[in-house]
T-cell receptor, first 116, second 110 residues
Framework: GAVVSQHPSRVICKSGTSVKIECRSLDFQATTMFWYRQFPKQSLMLMAT?????????EQGVEKDKFLINHASLTLSTLTVTSAHPEDSSFYIC????????????FGSGTRLTVV | KQEVTQIPAALSVPEGENLVLNCSFT??????LQWFRQDPGKGLTSLLLIQSSQREQTSGRLNASLDKSSGRSTLYIAASQPGDSATYLC?????????FGKGTRLHILP
């Protein structure tokens, strides 16, 4: 089935720095990818929809200048958390859907971000 | 606005029991419904996908049903095992966006 690779799996950064998370579709092309945030023991919250070759669509309440999304190719989307603060510490997960099949959405393994 | 509710929020059962997890959604105009499993600190693993035209899907000890008109889905796990312990998430797909329930945290007691 479709595979989505997410990197890194864990990252610790200092307050004020920026962190980039990559999401790749390994065996299919994804014109659309999705970025989620998950707080402990909570469900996934959709942050934004990443569109290849155009601007991302952000959900209400998500700061687009804080969470920069770039979808420069059909297999790669990146999420950059800019000027990170401790409250940005969370679990971030990306997903995509293989347009060739009917397997639904495939998720990356997630990135645990800790801002100290 | 689509809302997805999962009941119960948490469940502990002895090993070997059969169990049912419930999912309900408010807007029946969905493309499909997907059940996922999430282990602590990990990503999501897709378990079963039910297209809107289907009534159920089966994979091994798992069976998922869908009643679109009533906005309900159930995930049936037969002969539960300690390895089934995880959080189970239900998600509905509409308008190229999926909406998740809050999940059911399942603990199978050895």
């Amino acid at each position: 089935g479709a595979v989505v690779s997410q990197h890194p799996s864990r990252v610790i950064c200092k307050s004020g720095t920026s962190v980039k998370i990559e999401c790749r579709s390994l065996d299919f092309q994804a014109t659309t990818m999705f970025w989620y945030r998950q707080f402990p023991k909570q469900s996934l919250m959709l942050m934004a929809t990443s569109n290849e070759g155009s601007k991302a669509t952000y959900e209400q309440g998500v700061e687009k200048d804080k969470f920069l999304i770039n979808h420069a190719s059909l297999t790669l989307s990146t999420l950059t958390v800019t000027s990170a603060h401790p409250e940005d510490s969370s679990f971030y997960i990306c997903s995509a859907r293989d347009p060739r099949g009917a397997d639904g959405y495939t998720f990356g393994s997630g990135t645990r971000l800790t801002v100290v | 606005k689509q809302e997805v509710t999962q009941i119960p929020a948490a469940l502990s059962v002895p090993e070997g029991e059969n169990l049912v997890l419930n999912c309900s959604f408010t807007d029946s105009a969905i493309y499909n419904l997907q059940w996922f499993r999430q282990d602590p600190g990990k990503g999501l693993t897709s378990l079963l996908l039910i297209q809107s035209s289907q009534r159920e899907q089966t994979s091994g000890r798992l069976n998922a049903s869908l009643d679109k008109s009533s906005g309900r889905s159930t995930l049936y796990i037969a002969a539960s095992q300690p390895g089934d312990s995880a959080t189970y998430l239900c998600a509905v797909d509409r308008d190229d966006k999926i909406i998740f329930g809050k999940g059911t945290r399942l603990h199978i007691l050895p």
